[in-house]
């Protein structure tokens, strides 16, 4: 497949942005190879500019729930567009995306909404810190929640550790009052809460940046139970699975209450958008009704929430939508197992509504220690030869896979023909 243009174009970003590419994962470090320049995309194709078509099952890393360019959130936001892009001002849309978030989750009472997912994340332990008045955290190995400064740690060593900063320019009196769980394990949770003084617990509880590993229902019962115990604040990270893995997220599977959630990507429609939210008496501490800070000149902008708005909509007229997209994930990952057996390939998989995630692991994974002994050689053999027939899967192991409603039986098919020829190389 020709792609001497994306080359091209990649070598000249590289003289003017850093790395090439404004996010790490897009320069294809992990899988080799050039990053692939998109033209455009159209339902569940996306064309780079080398005319290569690919069938994508990144979607934007989860917004496009409907595809590319669907038709409704199109015109939803030309129109907003005609009336002006941003305003600094409130407008009438962002209320009603607020209504129509929060009628979906009684134990959630009210919503403010910022630009990003880190934004979301950031903000919440901002308040859940102010509201408990307690400085430590915890978070869990693995689980990624945006780059804030406090959120960036590495593991460390021993059974219960606090933080160290995993990137350079992260101060260490920041991430020493991050403490480092495992997921799935309550009682590494439990000798954190011994450790430390703990304000808030933040966890994805279906996982997306370790592809896609959902938390066992148990443990966030019984996490659940400790937060409450420790009058520490439960935050549910549902930026990726909020309305992705169903209409209400992990709530909608799991009926677990958590003190505050974090959404993003879908009620974006595929603009920038977070949203926090949480129970009446956690965020009328923030500003301007109380006195935790936080602002945006770009929180609630009328084009993004008139995008999100249009594919909310969408989604609560027709809940059955999730079955559709769950029964084409499971004939996908299980189609992949089934291949795999055939030619002795380990392989694990998991999947929630329209998220997907697999492993070249030999044994289903239950943390992040578990992914990390993944092949990912293999996975990066099977994404350059996947991309090469005109699939694009995530160019990281770690990352979940998402299908949308513009999928179709037949796309799933050739997808499996095509993975059954890579699989011999494999």
């Known amino acids: ?5 994306s080359k091209k174009l990649f070598k000249n970003a590289q003289k003017y942005i850093v790395g090439g590419v404004n996010s790490p994962v897009r320069a294809f470090q992990s899988v080799g190879g050039t990053p692939v320049f998109i033209k455009k995309g159209k339902g569940a194709y996306i064309t780079d500019v080398d005319n290569n078509k690919y069938l994508d099952y990144i979607q934007s890393w989860g917004p496009l729930i409907f595809g ?46 910022v630009s990003s997912g880190t934004e979301a994340t950031m903000s919440a332990i901002r308040v859940a810190r102010g509201v408990s008045g307690k400085d430590d955290i915890i978070k869990f190995k693995g689980g990624y929640h945006g780059h804030s400064d406090s959120l960036l740690v590495s593991a460390g060593s021993g059974a219960v550790t606090f933080g160290s900063p995993s990137s350079p320019g992260v101060p260490t009196d920041l ?36 592809a896609l590993l959902p938390a066992d229902k148990e443990f966030l019962l019984e996490l659940r139970e400790l937060c409450t115990k420790n009058s520490a604040i439960l935050i549910f990270d549902e930026v990726m699975s909020g309305f992705r893995a169903n209409l209400k997220g992990s709530y909608g599977l799991l009926d677990i209450e958590a003190d505050m959630v974090t959404f993003g990507k879908v009620i974006g429609g595929g603009m920038p958008v977070g949203a926090f939210a949480g129970k009446a008496e956690i965020m009328k501490q923030l500003s301007p009704e109380g006195p935790i800070y936080q602002a945006g000149t770009l929180s609630g ?35 992949f197992k089934d291949i795999c057996e055939e030619n002795s390939i380990p392989f694990h998989y998991n999947v929630r509504g329209s998220m997907f995630g697999f492993f070249f692991n030999d044994k289903q994974p239950k943390n992040f220690d578990d992914v990390c002994n993944g092949d990912e050689k293999r996975y990066a053999k099977f994404q350059t030869e996947m991309l090469n027939k005109g699939f694009y899967f995530a160019p990281s192991a ?22 059954r020829e890579v699989a011999k190389s494999l």
């Open 1 to 5: 497949m020709n792609r001497e243009n």
């Open 301 to 335: 902008n009328p084009v993004a929430m008139s995008a999100g708005l249009a594919s909310l909509k969408k989604l609560k007229s027709n809940p059955l939508i999730y079955d559709d997209l769950e029964i084409k994930a499971n004939v996908l990952m299980k189609g």
């Open 175 to 210: 991430t020493k009052h991050t403490l480092l769980a495992d997921y799935n394990d309550i009682q590494s949770v439990k000798k954190c809460f011994e450790a430390g003084n703990v304000g808030c617990v933040i966890i994805e509880p279906i996982a997306g940046n370790m």
């Open 68 to 113: 590319h360019c669907d038709k409704d959130i199109e015109e939803a936001i030309i129109e907003t567009v005609k009336n002006g892009t941003s305003f600094g001002a409130p407008t009438e849309v962002e209320t009603t995306l607020a209504k129509e978030v929060l009628e979906l989750f009684p134990h959630l009472d009210k919503i403010r909404f």
């Open 398 to 419: 770690y990352e979940t896979g998402f299908i949308c409603v513009a999928m179709s039986d037949f796309d799933i098919d050739k997808t499996l023909a095509a993975f």
